[in-house]
């Protein structure tokens, strides 16, 4: 059974910070590229943050310069260090695992996994 455990939501004011963190079990994690996605109320699903698992890392333009993806293969981890938190932040992140290329963290060759979320939300 492959697991991926988000946790680290929170509710905090703008200008805030967070990390998230999403453990995976159940895969093979050091060749798994792995990505954050968020889901505002009413909005699609969108692609935040990518890591290949060579560690090449790719954002999204409105993170930029707030928002780190790292990974910590030891402890099968891959983390998101948001900063500057902004309303438009709040969503639901989702920790996402894939097989693709080794450095480009864009590519998708494989299968992929989905946790289940936590829940972030940015109050003014």
């Known amino acids: 059974q492959v697991q991926l455990v988000e946790s680290g939501g929170d509710s905090v004011q703008t200008g805030g910070s967070l990390r998230l963190s999403c453990t995976a079990s159940g895969i093979t994690f050091n060749s798994y590229s792995m990505a954050w996605y968020r889901q505002a109320p009413g909005k699609t699903r969108e692609l935040v943050a990518a890591i290949s698992s060579g560690g090449n890392t790719h954002y999204t333009h409105s993170v930029k310069g707030r928002f780190t993806i790292s990974r910590d293969n030891a402890k099968n981890t891959v983390y998101l260090q948001m900063n500057s938190l902004k309303p438009a932040d709040t969503a639901v992140y989702y920790c996402?695992?894939?097989?693709?290329?080794?450095?480009?963290?864009?590519?998708?060759?494989?299968?992929?996994?989905w946790g289940t979320g936590t829940l972030v939300t940015v109050s003014s």
């Open positions: 996402n695992a894939y097989e693709g290329d080794r450095d480009n963290p864009l590519y998708y060759y494989g299968m992929e996994y």
